[in-house]
């Protein structure tokens, strides 16, 4: 339910990213704001890890696939936006 939980954040943080691209550039700022979601969304992938390690007491190679996962599917779905767009 947490890994749910994070990708719902990672496309509301999309989300945010293409709406604030479209209020301050139109078609050119959605495709670069959708760029600028990638390094964002690692951190807070990477925090999620951070976390999962610290606090929920996994080990590094357990959260690793569940990083990838969370950090993968939000980061496609930006790349295929910018790849729509340009």
């Known amino acids: ?3 749910v939980m994070v990708l719902g954040i990672g496309f509301a943080l999309l989300g945010a990213c293409l709406i604030a691209g479209h ?5 050119a700022g959605v495709g670069t ?7 964002l969304w690692l951190i807070g992938a990477g925090i999620n890890l951070y ?7 996994y080990t590094v190679g357990e959260e690793l696939p569940i990083f990838l996962l969370v950090f993968a599917i939000p980061a496609t779905v930006a790349l295929l936006v910018w790849w729509k767009l340009f």
């Open 1 to 3: 339910m947490h890994t």
């Open 23 to 27: 209020l301050l550039g139109a078609t």
């Open 33 to 39: 704001s959708a760029l600028v979601f990638l390094p």
């Open 51 to 57: 976390l999962g390690v610290k606090t929920a007491g």
